[in-house]
Each structure stands twice: as C-alpha cells, then as structure tokens.
T-cell receptor, first 113, second 114 residues
C-alpha cells in the first residue's frame, strides 16, 4: 500500500512564485526524502530529513517534517521554469533495516515562464 | 565517483516474448540494488531488492524475476511478457548498511508490451 501521499497531484505556477507540496504518511519513520523526476528520466535525490529534525534547507528548497501529524512539506522558493518536474516523497516504511523506500504518487509541478 | 547504467532505454516487445533489462553500478562495492516499476501517472512500486550476490527479495508476486550474478550487476527478467508488464522500469542503488539513505537511480527503461 502507498506510504506517502503527495498533495496536490498537480500544481501550476508562474516563474518567481513559491511552490509548496505536501506529503502525508502512515507509519513511523526514520527519515523522509524528497526526489525530483524530469519527464521520462530517473529520479534525483533532493533532500533527506530525519525523524528528529523539524526543518531543513538546501538552496531554494525548504523541507519541514511534523511527525505528530505524519506529514512533510517541500517548499521551492523563487521557482524557475527549470523546476518543472514531478516531485515525490519517500519514506522508509519498513523501519529502514532493509533500505527500502516507499514512494508516493508525486506532485507534477509546472512552472510557466 | 559512482555511476549507474541501465539498458535498454526503450523496448517494444510482443506479448509472450522474454525480457531482460540490465543494470550495472560503477565506483562502489557491495551496494543494495533495487528494481522499481512506475506506471503512467503513478508512484514507484518496489519490485525486487538485493543486499548481496544471489540474494533477491521480491516485494510483489508477479510475472518478473530478478538476478544478481555479480556484485554490481542486477538483471530483471521475464520468460513471457504480459500486457500489464508495460511501464517504466527504474534500477537504483544505495549504500549497504545503516538506516535508509539516499537512492541513486538509473535513467530508466521504458517497456511497451503489445
């Protein structure tokens, strides 16, 4: 079954605006990761936030984690057309011992120039 | 630096034909290896993972099988393809041991079964 569920499924914004994507999950986790996928390509790791962290930054990316609500958000500030892609959250729903991640269905972000 | 190669990039096969997708990793030893499938507009479904040569775990019952004949080689196979096997297949690796870390993905293989 799906562990992470992203929201919204699709998001369309203008260049320069901020984009916020949310992820909810069901079981306890060791960490939560966000990945990006350009159309027809493989996934690229963006950022990992551990269960004892509440917020993390990487360049124009800001990730928050609320373990009490079992949710995370990814904020992309000052978006660019090149940010157009699908974004997935992934959690180690099995406790992490096997290194297996469970991915959500993704948010498709379109940034219009 | 580590690299992951996956091929072929695209494949069109008739129903009932065999399948072989190959993935190799360079620049690291003893990686965890994974095969995921992504159906159109959906998330990734873990098919197989391997923590060592000859050690394969299957996540879902299916028409596919996986093998790891060498430390950095992972092969996805089928003896007879079904229409439902169509999809985008992604190989990935992660560092062995410890808590779940970053996955490094290949560029994917798009399979169309007709």
């Amino acid at each position: 079954s799906q562990q992470g569920e992203e929201d919204p499924q699709a998001l369309s914004i203008q260049e320069g605006e901020n984009a916020t994507m949310n992820c909810s999950y069901k079981t306890s986790i060791n960490n939560l990761q966000w990945y990006r996928q350009n159309s027809g390509r493989g996934l690229v790791h963006l950022i990992l936030i551990r269960s004892n962290e509440r917020e993390k930054h990487s360049g124009r990316l800001r990730v928050t984690l609320d373990t009490s609500k079992k949710s995370s958000s990814l904020l992309i500030t000052a978006s660019r057309a090149a940010d157009t892609a699908s974004y997935f959250c992934a959690t180690d729903g099995y406790g992490g011992s096997q290194g297996n991640l469970i991915f959500g269905k993704g948010t498709k972000l379109s940034v219009k120039p | 630096s580590q690299t992951i190669h996956q091929w072929p990039a695209t494949l069109v096969q008739p129903v009932g034909s065999p399948l072989s997708l190959e993935c190799t990793v360079e620049g690291t030893s003893n990686p965890n290896l994974y095969w995921y499938r992504q159906a159109a507009g959906r998330g990734l479904q873990l098919l197989f993972y391997s923590v060592g040569i000859g050690q394969i775990s299957s996540e879902v019952p299916q028409n596919l099988s996986a093998s790891r004949p060498q430390d950095r080689q992972f092969i996805l196979s089928s003896k007879k393809l079904l229409l439902s096997d169509s999809g985008f297949y992604l190989c990935a690796w992660s560092r062995l041991g410890g808590s779940t870390g970053e996955l490094f993905f290949g560029e994917g293989s798009r399979l169309t079964v007709l």
